[in-house]
């Protein structure tokens, strides 16, 4: 089993769509949770980052882990052309250098 | 402000052909620094990080080396590139949790 599982999608919506992306993992261990947006042909950029449980919002973007499904979601509200992109999710246990990426998912904002 | 740099942006190269990839990070002191390769449907693929000067650590064997002259300088090395060394390379470096990537190489080898 795979440490952490995204589903690739592609994934298309309508502009002004709430979008929902979620990754499940195994290892329960794990607590620092962050979520990148990379676009064609560009590093990934660092979206959010949560540690522990919870929900954190910014701006049109709130992250939210539940740790006792495994399960961490990131939900993009009044979505927009720009946000096209593959998302990836990441976790790791510590501060250490063991970090688990999932393997993205494909989103197209359609105008 | 901290900044990563990569170069080349894209390189195609022929099979048996080195290799040298270089990473340079500005506005930040003792970075933890990784090498990740990307290819399509696979993920992000850690293939070193380094704590420091000279200390470098593999997570994937292959043919590839990876070497930190300097403080903030990272370099990725092959003597001899496959053609399953194609892919999209990413330097990354962080403090901390977490990890803030450069712009990539896209390496295409023939």
């Known amino acids: 089993q795979k440490e952490v599982e995204q589903d690739p999608g592609p994934l298309s919506v309508p502009e002004g769509a709430i979008v929902s992306l979620n990754c499940t993992y195994s290892n329960s261990a794990f607590q620092y949770f962050m979520w990148y947006r990379q676009y064609s042909r560009k590093g990934p950029e660092l979206l959010m980052y949560t540690y522990s449980s919870g929900n954190k919002e910014d701006g049109r973007f709130t992250a939210q882990v539940d740790k006792s499904s495994k399960y961490i979601s990131l939900f993009i509200r009044d979505s927009q052309p720009s946000d096209s992109a593959t998302y990836l999710c990441a976790m790791s246990a510590n501060t250490g250098n063991q970090f688990y990426f999932g393997t993205g998912t494909s989103l197209t904002v359609i105008p | 402000s901290q900044t990563i740099h990569q170069w080349p942006a894209t390189l195609v190269q022929p099979v048996g052909s080195p290799l040298s990839l270089e990473c340079t990070v500005e506005g930040t002191s003792n970075p933890n620094l990784y090498w990740y390769r990307q290819a399509a449907g696979r993920g992000l693929q850690l293939l070193f990080y380094s704590v420091g000067i000279g200390q470098i650590s593999s997570e994937v064997p292959q043919n590839l080396s990876a070497s930190r002259p300097q403080d903030r300088q990272f370099i990725l090395s092959s003597k001899k590139l496959l053609l399953s060394d194609s892919g999209f390379y990413l330097c990354?470096?962080?403090?901390?949790?977490?990890?803030?990537f450069g712009p990539g190489t896209r390496l295409l080898v023939l």
């Open positions: 990354a470096w962080s403090v901390g949790t977490g990890r803030n």
